[in-house]
């Protein structure tokens, strides 16, 4: 470990909608309601009372960074109306981030809306660069001290998301499934959701350099935004459909990335392309709680193929594995961890490692999946905080010896 850099950061990473609880303004709370399948978030992990203790579990693990996000939705529940209490809630989680000792890594918009910009079209719609700038703009002002900023959480599947929601409107896609668990094992999630849409990451794209330089001057953060990269590699004879197909999926957002102060790279297992594109996971006994293909190598494949591509600092957004096994967690982590400290060592810039999750929290539709290095009793809302936990902190207290 003694390859990492003296100011790297070891922490934990969270999105809002998945740990806060009921988000009643945003787009996915109304999709819970009506998709089939679809479990409810509800009262969630009661993150959002519940804060401080998450992040004092963190710092007396010997962790120093937390990511959190910033839910739009509650902060302008309607359009044009901004509630000033929920801004000065978000200020107080990160100034509590500051008293513990540990540095705050910002997520503007982590995959929902609020449902009113949602019936106006979204992201995809005519309105979205007003409707976004104006929410950056008034967060703003709370973001003082902040040295991390991330804009988007992976726009490339977002671009996908999308996409599929427009198939299951027109009726050209079946039942709803989660963008993150393949429930078919047979299938798989490849199978069943669409590639991105260049025409939609490119909206994102306009999105997050609209922000960006804004974002700078204003709080003196260094801004980006994180990709989920998929580790992608070719079968025989299908390199250059490889190179289309990752195009799609990565390429277009890690070059738009190359004006970022850094990139997150967020990473989980390998997935092949055949010559028809992503090819499912098959079924094994290794395969983790979502479907995914046991492969912590991916994590040191994804930060070199990005590093290589977008040519900006990395850091480790999200990682991680979802197993009701705290032993392969930990396991799963060392052989991650192996794999970026090799990358280290080969001169790529890397300036944390943020595991995903702090919480088994809700998977977006699900609550099967567990990825936290906390759980946490849905009843009674008590944290259990696993092995680890502890385990990462120790990683990062010897890195820091």
Not at 71 to 81: C, D, K, L, S, T
Not at 236 to 251: A, C, H, I, M, T
Request: charged letters at 20%; glycine letters at 8%; proline letters at 6%.
């Amino acid at each position: 470990m003694s390859t990492f850099r003296p100011d790297f950061l070891w922490g934990a990473s969270s999105a809002p909608h998945q740990i806060e609880g009921n988000n009643l303004a945003s787009d996915w709370w109304k999709s819970e309601a009506m998709m089939p399948g679809m479990e409810p978030s509800g009262d969630a992990v009661d993150s959002y009372h519940r804060y401080r203790e998450d992040m004092q579990l963190l710092a007396d693990a010997g962790l120093d960074t937390y990511r959190f996000g910033i839910e739009w939705a509650r902060i302008e529940p309607r359009q044009g109306h901004v509630s000033w209490a929920e801004l000065a809630h978000y200020r107080r989680m990160i100034d509590t981030a500051f008293e513990l000792g540990l540095t705050p890594v910002i997520t503007l918009n982590h995959f929902t809306i609020p449902l009113w910009f949602a019936d106006e079209g979204g992201w995809a719609g005519d309105t979205a660069l007003e409707r976004w700038t104006f929410y950056v703009d008034t967060v703003m002002p709370i973001l003082t001290g902040v040295e991390w900023i991330i804009t988007f959480n992976e726009p490339n599947m977002l671009s996908m998301m999308i996409k599929a929601q427009q198939m299951f409107t027109s009726g050209d896609m079946g039942d709803w499934v989660s963008p993150t668990v393949e429930d078919e094992p047979d299938s798989g999630r490849a199978a069943m959701l669409p590639d991105p849409d260049p025409v939609i990451g490119r909206r994102f794209i306009e999105l997050h350099r609209a922000v960006r330089d804004t974002i700078r001057e204003r709080t003196g953060a260094k801004v980006g935004w994180s990709i989920a990269c998929l580790a992608l590699t070719a079968t025989p004879g299908n390199e250059e459909k490889l190179v289309s197909v990752r195009y799609d999926w990565e390429d277009l957002y890690l070059e738009a990335s190359r004006e970022d102060d850094f990139l997150g790279v967020q990473a989980y297992s390998s997935q092949a392309v055949d010559e028809n594109g992503l090819v499912a996971h098959p079924p094994h006994p290794d395969n983790t709680l979502t479907g995914a293909a046991y492969r912590p190598d991916a994590l040191g494949m994804a930060v070199r193929h990005a590093a290589e591509v977008a040519g900006v600092p990395i850091l480790v957004t999200e990682n991680g594995i979802a197993t009701a096994d705290d032993t392969r967690r930990i396991a799963y982590t060392e052989g991650a961890l192996a794999g970026l400290a090799d990358a280290v060592a080969d001169g790529i810039d890397v300036r944390g490692y943020l595991h995903w999750s702090i919480l088994d929290n809700y998977e977006w539709g699900h609550w099967g999946p567990t990825f936290g290095l906390i759980a946490v009793d849905r009843t009674t809302f008590v944290r259990i905080p696993k092995p680890s936990l502890y385990w990462l902190g120790q990683r990062a207290g010897a890195h820091r010896q």
